[in-house]
Nanobody, 129 residues
Framework: QVKLVEEGGGSVQAGGSLKLSCAASGYIFSSCAMGWYRQTPGPGNERELISSISKDDTTTYDDSVKGRFTISRDHGRNRVNLQMDNVKTEDTAVYYC?????????????????????WGQGTQVTVVS
């Protein structure tokens, strides 16, 4: 089945750097877009998309991270990375990797592209001043 596992979270000082990595399996890695979301605690706080990378590696960034974060794909290792530089205290959140929709999933010779968006379990990033 489709599985996304985030790595690399932790605590970092403001102005420092951190690299998140998401290991993907269970689908054709290059068949769909992937993204990084984050969510802060509190009622009504939703996950917000901060960066995405398309099937052809076109990238997008939210204004809050533009110029500081870099998303990339490692096609050889089926990973999507998020390099976080010059982090700020407001970057503190749980970060989630996502894939889809329409990832190509094959099983027993049958393939499909469901409208499902897949999620990792999340990794905590804490930026301290």
């Amino acid at each position: 089945q489709v599985k996304l596992v985030e790595e690399g979270g932790g605590s970092v000082q403001a102005g420092g750097s951190l690299k998140l990595s998401c290991a993907a399996s269970g689908y054709i890695f290059s068949s769909c877009a992937m993204g990084w979301y984050r969510q802060t605690p509190g009622p009504g706080n939703e996950r917000e998309l901060i960066s995405s990378i398309s099937k052809d590696d076109t990238t997008t960034y939210d204004d809050s991270v533009k110029g500081r974060f870099t998303i990339s794909r490692d096609h050889g290792r089926n990973r999507v990375n998020l390099q976080m530089d010059n982090v700020k205290t407001e970057d503190t959140a749980v970060y989630y990797c996502a894939a889809g929709p329409k990832c190509l999933v094959c099983s027993g010779g049958d393939c499909s592209m469901p409208e499902t968006q897949y999620w990792g379990q999340g990794t905590q990033v804490t930026v301290v001043s």
